[in-house]
């Protein structure tokens, strides 16, 4: 199963993965995870840790979806 990237660099998770995963429209998050052998890895995140990500991020943090799409596409070292 294979999605494009947007221009923003989002992609949509596909429903049966939602739907998998028990992820609900404005109420759920994600957690990426790099595998040593270059794999991602996305799991549900826990209540606390959706309710940080939630959170307004610092002026000039790099969210951390972004840096592993970065990191894919080698623009972070």
Do not use: H, W
């Not at 596909?14 to 794999?39: H, Q």
């Not at 209540?47 to 840096?67: H, N, Q, T």
């Amino acid at each position: 199963m294979s999605n494009r990237l947007t221009i923003k660099g989002q992609v949509t998770i596909p429903k049966e993965i939602r739907d998998f995963l028990g992820l609900t429209e404005g109420a759920s998050a994600v957690n990426f995870e790099i595998a040593e052998d270059g794999s991602v890895r996305v799991t549900r995140a826990q209540a606390e840790a959706a309710a940080r990500s939630a959170r307004a991020p610092r002026a000039g943090a790099v969210a951390p979806c972004d840096r592993i799409l970065g990191l894919l596409a080698g623009s972070y070292i």
